[in-house]
């Protein structure tokens, strides 16, 4: 009985010192909408998909005008003039759609590579986050159910947000020539 009781108070003090592995979770998609490197992100290509309208836009509208002369004067233009007229603005039509279809796909591929490439920094962030800050597991809370709960003592978005914007600010500051590079592409 003696031996059982040493025993069980050995094993009772060797759990009591084990210490406790840090964990806590993030809520990723706080992270996706409020950092900073993604809303910068956001703002450039807003900007080229404006330009790009905007080019686009006036594209068309001399392509509309033209159409509304060639409208007007056809009446009195000769049968085959008039069909050749036609044939040009139809191909000037043809071209300009599939300019803005081209355009529209390296937006999209150019968007789609940035956004995988913060993707993937921002996870390298939680990794290197974790290790520095001594958790043995942080867990993403998100919509698809990886997490249904957690104490918000354990919640760590907050700070993980702030370390990743200051990063990100200390990187912008470090290396101004890569901003404007990616905004003027």
Request: hydrophobic fraction near 30%; glycine fraction near 4%.
């Amino acid at each position: 009985m003696k031996k059982i009781f040493l025993i069980l108070l050995g094993i009772s003090f060797l759990t009591a010192c084990q210490k406790e592995a840090k964990t806590a979770f993030i809520k990723t998609e706080t992270i996706f909408k409020e950092y900073k490197g993604i809303k910068d992100q956001e703002a450039v290509f807003k900007q080229k998909q404006e330009a790009f309208t905007k080019k686009y836009d006036s594209m068309v509208q001399a392509w509309r005008k033209e159409v509304v002369d060639f409208q007007q004067k056809a009446s009195k233009m000769a049968p085959n003039k008039a069909r050749q007229k036609d044939q040009e603005l139809y191909q000037k039509q043809q071209i300009i759609q599939q300019m803005q279809q081209q355009e529209s796909n390296r937006l999209t591929a150019e968007m789609q590579q940035q956004t995988d490439s913060i993707i993937k920094k921002v996870y390298d962030f939680f990794d290197e986050y974790g290790k520095k800050n001594g958790y043995k597991y942080i867990f993403g809370k998100n919509n698809a159910g990886a997490l249904m709960y957690g104490d918000a003592q354990n919640d760590i978005t907050d700070k993980v947000l702030k370390a990743l914007d200051d990063e990100y600010e200390a990187e912008k500051t470090k290396n101004p020539s890569n901003n404007e590079a990616s905004q003027n592409k």
